[in-house]
């Protein structure tokens, strides 16, 4: 029995650790199972049946799985989502279908283009994506984080196109990926994507086609720019860094990296600096510094919560909006309250989402620095430490924090719209000061989607300013 009992105990050690972690809750059902198998029956079952043998375990072990986390709000939310798949997803077209709709530029293969590229074929439209990278590239900035990177809110939030099914509550890269090229290759766009070709312009003819890169012989009645906030690693020098012993790296350059038994010092107080303390705690780090400029406001990874936040769909701070910081403070922040932004609102940036941040701090596994970097030296980096409502670059007390590893979590630089004509940028109208930040005001057969937005947890970010004027 111990051969037919290590197998499947081996393949369930490998479905845990490749899906999520509710998987985990399997393995232990595939165990209590396995063992309860009656030795001499089992030991009459030819190898060539282990894989008919699992199969039922599997299934098994799934309606355990289910009787176990069922919840009747993530029960309710599945079965609308299946309606709505079923009432807003558009059928895709047959293949190499010739639509008969305007046609539409799509700039960027990313989540928001394959996306935006999906309903619009699906509704007619003849739709051709332009991506700046290769095949690789698809999926946008998911394609070049690293494979530990996964969702910080829960995906009951983050549904990208109605047909998306998420098998896990935080899905992993890989799984982000997958299921943007499903879509793209579900509503056949793979002929539709022109890969290797950046758009370095948009122009218009007097009959009000758009031309993209100056090939007046390819027009389009629509233009969606969809290039994401996300793109190259941004990667400043910081003084003295040359003299610096031990390893520097960027947080989305992580994979195949491992921090055991270093010091580690993470320059930056986002949500780069989120996953890069995950990292290097998972991976055995001797001990961990969060370098961090400023205060931002963290917010537990609890769908529940994060659902109800998310309801000020204004997008700022509100009369109320001292209910939810002062609950937070309370019950979240705790005996760490110090580390909650005095003068900064929950909806005036866009908070980091994590249950476990405070925890490593607590547990001394961890220690976030509020202050300046100064440069580097030769076993670590000189450190302004400030008080808390001290300005950046005020004073405090400068010390030298040791560590022989330093990640760069200081994010990406935003993609650039000038490829967009100029007229577009004319005052008082320009980026975020579009209609609902997407539609330049005279030009609505622009429409650059999720990438002018700047900050804030609300349905469209920091309300626009000049909002009146727009409508």
């Given at each position: 029995m111990s051969g037919l009992q290590d197998c499947i105990i081996e393949t369930a050690r490998r479905l845990a650790f490749i899906e999520s972690s509710s998987v985990r809750i399997q393995f232990r059902c595939f165990v209590v199972i396995v063992y309860k198998l009656d030795d001499d029956i089992a030991s009459n079952i030819p190898t060539s049946n282990i894989k008919w043998l699992l199969r039922p375990l599997l299934e098994h072990a799934r309606a355990a799985l289910f009787d176990m986390e069922f919840h009747?709000?993530?029960?309710?939310?599945?079965?609308?989502?299946?309606?709505?798949?079923?009432?807003?997803?558009?059928?895709?077209?047959?293949?190499?279908?010739?639509?008969?709709?305007?046609?539409?530029?799509?700039?960027?293969?990313?989540?928001?283009?394959?996306?935006?590229?999906?309903?619009?074929?699906?509704?007619?439209f003849d739709v051709t994506i332009f991506e700046a990278g290769s095949e690789r590239n698809l999926g946008g900035i998911w394609s070049r984080v690293n494979n530990t990177s996964g969702l910080q809110i829960h995906s009951i939030m983050y549904r990208f196109h109605p047909s998306v099914k998420w098998n896990s509550g935080y899905p992993d890269r890989q799984t982000i990926v997958s299921q943007i090229r499903q879509l793209w290759e579900r509503y056949g766009l793979q002929e539709r994507t022109r890969f290797n070709t950046r758009v370095t312009s948009v122009s218009q003819d007097g009959q009000g086609?758009?031309?993209?890169?100056?090939?007046?012989?390819?027009?389009?009645?629509?233009?969606?720019?969809?290039?994401?906030?996300?793109?190259?690693?941004?990667?400043?020098?910081?003084?003295?860094?040359?003299?610096?012993?031990?390893?520097?790296?960027?947080?989305?350059?992580?994979?195949?990296?491992?921090?055991?038994?270093?010091?580690?010092?993470?320059?930056?107080?986002?949500a780069s600096a989120?996953?890069?303390?995950?990292?290097?705690?998972?991976?055995?780090?001797?001990?961990?510094?969060?370098?961090?400029?400023?205060?931002?406001?963290?917010?537990?990874?609890?769908?529940?919560?994060?659902?109800?936040?998310?309801?000020?769909?204004?997008?700022?701070?509100?009369?109320?909006?001292?209910?939810?910081?002062?609950?937070?403070?309370?019950?979240?922040?705790?005996?760490?309250?110090?580390?909650?932004?005095?003068?900064?609102?929950?909806?005036?940036?866009?908070?980091?989402?994590?249950?476990?941040?405070?925890?490593?701090?607590?547990?001394?596994?961890?220690?976030?620095?509020?202050?300046?970097?100064?440069?580097?030296?030769?076993?670590?980096?000189?450190?302004?430490?400030?008080?808390?409502?001290?300005?950046?670059?005020?004073?405090?007390?400068?010390?030298?924090?040791?560590?022989?590893?330093?990640?760069?979590?200081?994010?990406?630089?935003?993609?650039s719209l000038n490829f967009l004509p100029s007229v577009v940028f004319h005052e008082p109208y320009v980026p975020p000061n579009w209609y609902l930040q997407v539609f330049p005001p005279e030009y609505v057969s622009i429409c650059a989607n999720n990438c002018t937005y700047v900050n804030a947890i609300g349905t469209v970010g920091n309300y626009v300013r000049k909002r009146r004027d727009l409508l």
């Open positions: 009747p709000i993530l029960y309710l939310y599945s079965l609308i989502q299946w309606v709505l798949d079923k009432l807003l997803s558009p059928n895709p077209p047959p293949s190499r279908a010739r639509l008969s709709r305007p046609r539409i530029a799509v700039i960027g293969a990313g989540l928001t283009g394959v996306s935006a590229a999906s309903h619009c074929v699906g509704h007619g086609c758009w031309i993209i890169n100056g090939n007046s012989s390819d027009k389009y009645e629509g233009i969606m720019a969809a290039v994401g906030t996300c793109g190259d690693p941004k990667m400043p020098h910081i003084p003295q860094q040359e003299t610096f012993k031990g390893d520097v790296y960027h947080s989305s350059n992580l994979d195949g990296k491992t921090a055991r038994g270093k010091k580690v010092l993470i320059i930056g107080g986002g989120v996953e890069a303390l995950e990292f290097v705690v998972n991976t055995g780090a001797e001990s961990t510094s969060v370098l961090a400029r400023s205060d931002k406001w963290i917010i537990p990874r609890h769908s529940f919560v994060d659902m109800l936040l998310a309801l000020n769909v204004f997008g700022q701070e509100t009369l109320l909006s001292w209910i939810p910081e002062s609950m937070l403070r309370i019950f979240f922040y705790r005996d760490l309250e110090d580390l909650a932004p005095r003068s900064s609102g929950l909806f005036t940036e866009t908070p980091m989402v994590n249950s476990d941040i405070f925890h490593l701090i607590r547990q001394h596994k961890a220690e976030w620095l509020r202050g300046d970097i100064l440069g580097f030296t030769e076993h670590g980096i000189r450190f302004n430490h400030r008080a808390k409502g001290v300005p950046k670059g005020g004073p405090g007390r400068e010390s030298v924090v040791e560590g022989d590893m330093v990640i760069m979590a200081t994010g990406y630089q935003r993609p």
